[in-house]
């Protein structure tokens, strides 16, 4: 699965200036109430939404994002803002079952019974779009596609200055263009790259085809043709990449354990795990029958599952208890048993505290007459949470104190193998508590397994930073304990420092191998504790 | 005496944990150790002198030390631990009092070092009575013309207690005019040599010139020096960038030869490679011109139009 890399804002909420923010396997963001921080969760919010197809009926919320985020300084009619991001795609990318596989195809030439390792695995990849509002309405006023080593396509719609380059690459598909390269005469050829000019008409974009192409640009049939042909490139070009942002790296765990969240109650610590049953042509239960389809499972659903880490950690839990996995690779996977172990062994090691999951089958069992009893990983499932404590008790996670219904969420978000995205997961935590967490997140931080895997944490708490500071000194003792210790390298801490203008800049603040700070923390290290430098 | 240390632009106290009593014996310490002093503090035994220190501070009873309490005296400490004014004398520490572990520390340290030790100890070493706090006062101008390595040797503990150091000076090439590897890069080497973890980047600002260096005619040539001169060694972790920038405004100006870390400022009298015969260098003690330099050029907030801008980064060791 590609990797994000980084995230490029401009004119966004609080940050005026083009900023790159790159995004390691742990992020951690500082800086004052009101600065911005959440920024990037919400820019990563956009880019989801934009990439997305779920604006292609109503694009009236994602608009509204575009009002709200777009940094408004004095003229309120000219609302501009930049956004994008960076991935790469790692070295071994299995793409022959890539859903946008035939996007693949289109855009590299005969990807598949060519090398395109060359001009695609181990590669960066970057989309930047600037959005803009006119009096028409937003739109993309440019796009620009690139890789490390090249540009791809470079596309502006500004007032006077129209036009779409694509980069002249040996693996694009340009067969067409090059054939007939000399009847061209509307698409110039220079630079390396070819370009011709977009008319644009205004209004809204839509979700398949960011830029118009049917504007008909002038001329006779064949430069028409040939026009066509290259803006289709261009689509399938910004396409595929949509396609790897929608599916590869925008998947169903992205989601946000937000500062505002409360202690889950106990219909939030219930979900349902999707799965379905089969039913063949003589009417016997064998397939077909897709749980999202029943109105009852519908409705259940939406009074459940309102935290969605819960719910990804529910399904996860209840997937791999019912598939057909042996104890042993249950045991890797298992998302609650990562939770039980930070639980015991970091966080409330005195009160024994344990995650419990009661998998139901959802589904009345006349339903289910036929289906083979060895497939119940298909069958849809209620999954119910609850702890037990050291006496085996079974107690609700309400009626334990809310430092760890608090603690729960977060942990769940750490557990998923993806993206995990949490704010303040000291929120209501002791300092020692605080500290303690810090050691949980380097935990399972170092134990994730994808490529694609990193944390974004936005924090006020010295405790966790001083924490995970000490576990990059040591990171070089647990090499042969985790999966990958967390190095200086690896973590990213960004500061948001309100500057004069009103605006914010972001600070990257580096660590050495000793776990220290290189770069001076903005107006000096905050107020730390004693013990976090001095204890044993 | 090691003879590449011509002299010290700093000095190291190390006291017993049980040495301070009195609050006079603590005043006589608290405003001057630190970077900014040029005293760093031993942190001798490693990490455990702050737990014996305040141990013996909780049988003093400082109920009347004005504003010092425990708590504040505590954040003193991390304080200086921030300011990387903590130091290791790199000696091990056995169960015996802390002044015989002190003298078995090897005499190069210990020439540093003002020791005070608890009062009446048998081994000698002075107490809080005998002690003059000017003992810890260090010159903060040395005059000499430095080869690369004494430079470096005299500097060697601001070097290796900072995170970043920057080197501020429009005669800092990598190359003589005529191609020969320059005394400046050679004292960079001597850093190198240092091999400090701590140590992160190394942030070099000159004067673009590329009519008298050739080395600076093309981004490709800079990178390709930069690796020629230091691909033998292992670079600080986020590696050595060299800048080469337009001089403009008072602020900017190249020409004051500055050696800036996260928490020091050095003004030299002559550019590193020396062109004149005599050299000084000077610990700036003044807090808002340090801050200002460090802001500037630690933190890169300068506002100089640069030319080029390349980074070294090698993490293999030789």
Known sequence: MPKLVSIELENFQTLRKHVVIPISELTLLFGPNGAGKSAVFDALTLIKKISSNQWQEDSSELLNLFKRWARKDNNVDDLNFGIGLSFQIPSKWGLDNHPDMFRLNKVWMSSLDNDYSNSLLNRTFRIYLKINRSIYDWSFRSIEISSDIEKILELKNDDDDNYLRIYDLDWLDFNNLRKNKANFKIIKYENGYYECPIQWDGGTPRTNQWFRTDSFPKGDFSERESIEEMELIGQDTIHFIRGILNSEIFNETWHLVDGSRTVPTPLQTIAIAPGKIYRNPDGEIFGGHIIEESTLLINLRQSLNTQANWNHLCKEYAYHKSSSLSSQEFDLLDPIQKINEILRDDLFEGNGYQLTGDVKCLLDFDEVEGVPDYYPSQYPKLVRLYLKDKLQNSVEIEDVGSGIGYVLPVLASLANEGASLIQQPELHLHPKLQSALGSAIVKFIENKTYFSAFTIIETHSEHILLKIMRHVRSAQTREKEVISPLTFDKVSILYFEPVADGSTEIRRLRLNPLGELIDRWPGGFFNERFSDYFDE | ?318
């Open chain 2, 1 to 318: 005496m090691n003879d590449l240390v011509i002299t010290s632009m700093n000095k190291i106290l190390a006291i017993s944990p049980k040495s301070v009593e009195k609050y006079t014996d603590w005043l006589k310490i608290a405003s001057r150790i630190g970077q900014a002093s040029g005293v760093f503090f031993a942190d001798y035994p490693k990490k455990k002198w702050i737990i014996d220190f305040n141990s013996k501070l909780s049988t003093l009873g400082i109920e009347n030390w004005d504003n010092w309490n425990q708590k504040k005296i505590q954040e003193f400490f991390i304080s200086l631990k921030n300011q990387n004014s903590l130091i290791s004398l790199e000696s091990p520490y056995l169960d015996k009092s802390w002044e015989s572990n002190y003298l078995e520390i090897n005499s190069e340290r210990k020439n540093k070092c003002i020791a005070i030790g608890s009062r009446n100890n048998p081994e000698g070493i002075q107490d809080f009575d005998k002690f003059d706090p000017m003992d810890i006062y260090v010159e903060d101008t040395v005059e000499k013309k430095f080869k690369p390595i004494e430079l470096v040797n005299l500097l060697k503990d601001y070097f290796l207690h900072t995170g970043k150091i920057a080197i501020v000076d429009r005669n800092c090439y990598l190359t003589t005019p005529n191609g020969q590897i320059s005394d400046f890069a050679k004292f960079i080497q001597e850093i190198l040599k240092l091999n400090s973890d701590r140590l992160g980047q190394i942030i070099i600002y000159v004067k673009h010139d590329p009519e008298k260096y050739d080395f600076l005619k093309s981004i490709d040539s800079l990178n390709q020096t930069l690796r020629d001169i230091f691909s033998g060694f292992k670079s600080p972790c986020w590696g050595i960038k060299y800048i080469s920038c337009i001089e403009a405004g008072a602020e900017m100006d190249l020409h004051r030869r500055m050696i800036v870390t996260n928490h020091s400022l050095f003004l030299l009298s002559d550019s590193i490679p020396g062109f004149n015969k005599s050299q000084s260098i000077t610990r700036v003690q003044s807090q808002s011109a340090r801050e200002k330099a460090i802001s500037l050029w630690i933190d890169e907030k300068v506002e100089i139009e640069k030319v080029f801008e390349s980074s070294f980064l090698n993490m293999i060791k030789n």
